[in-house]
T-cell receptor, first 114, second 111 residues
Framework: EAQVTQNPRYLITVTGKKLTVTCSQN?????MSWYRQDPGLGLRQIYY???????DKGDVPEGYKVSRKEKRNFPLILESPSPNQTSLYFC?????????????FGPGTRLTVT | DAKTTQPNSMESNEEEPVHLPCNHS???????IHWYRQLPSQGPEYVIH???SNVNNRMASLAIAEDRKSSTLILHRATLRDAAVYYC????????????FGAGTQVVVTP
């Protein structure tokens, strides 16, 4: 089944403890992206990747890191999480980045930073 | 970026059609109109997209006004599973994959 998977689905952590949220897709998509969703703010893009080893900042990259060493994986790293990073995170992938291609989203990771 | 305007909520009876409007009066010639929906506790799901012509797929139809300043997503026979937030999004060819979701329309389906 074609899908985007994220792990973990739920995570509660403390301020400053490094964490990684994994994202994997099995559709051989070139493009992958991370978003966060907060009430009243919609989905906002954190980082995106056009291909292996090619990443760039989205609208809200502060406090996050990403890497794309393999086509299928695009982990999101929080080196020193803070409470304002408490949010619902979605990974998405698309065959290409171009506007006419749809994006496929993962099920989400709900992160709470205390 | 061109903005979209959608009603906050709409109600429909099960098995009746639902017409979801979206206004995008500042749309440019290179903006694609995309629709996504988000069911409770799930990630957004692609529904349909178009550029100038009306489009149909297994999930819905997209009717685009001739001047492209508005569009309508049509769910032909609403089911309880269609209860979700529906987002109308403009994607420019220069957007490099970025999706900017607004508040969307909450669709309520009544049995």
């Amino acid at each position: 089944e074609a899908q985007v998977t994220q792990n973990p689905r739920y995570l509660i952590t403390v301020t400053g403890k490094k964490l990684t949220v994994t994202c994997s897709q099995n559709m051989n998509h070139e493009y992958m992206s991370w978003y966060r969703q907060d009430p009243g703010l919609g989905l906002r893009q954190i980082y995106y990747s056009m291909n292996v080893e090619v990443t760039d900042k989205g609208d809200v990259p502060e406090g996050y890191k990403v890497s794309r060493k393999e086509k299928r994986n695009f982990p999101l790293i929080l080196e020193s999480p803070s409470p304002n990073q408490t949010s619902l995170y979605f990974c998405a992938s698309s065959l290409w980045s171009f506007a006419r291609y749809e994006q496929y989203f993962g099920p989400g990771t709900r992160l709470t930073v205390t | 970026d061109a903005k979209t305007t959608q009603p906050n909520s709409m109600e429909s009876n099960e098995e009746e059609p639902v017409h979801l409007p979206c206004n995008h009066s500042t749309i440019s010639g290179t903006d694609y109109i995309h629709w996504y929906r988000q069911l409770p506790s799930q990630g957004p799901e692609y529904v349909i997209h178009g550029l100038t012509s009306n489009v149909n797929n297994r999930m819905a139809s997209l009717a685009i006004a001739e001047d492209r300043k508005s569009s309508t997503l049509i769910l032909h026979r609403a089911t309880l599973r269609d209860a979700a937030v529906y987002y109308c999004i403009l994607r420019n060819t220069d957007s490099w994959g970025k999706l900017q979701f607004g508040a969307g329309t909450q669709v309520v389906v009544t049995p």
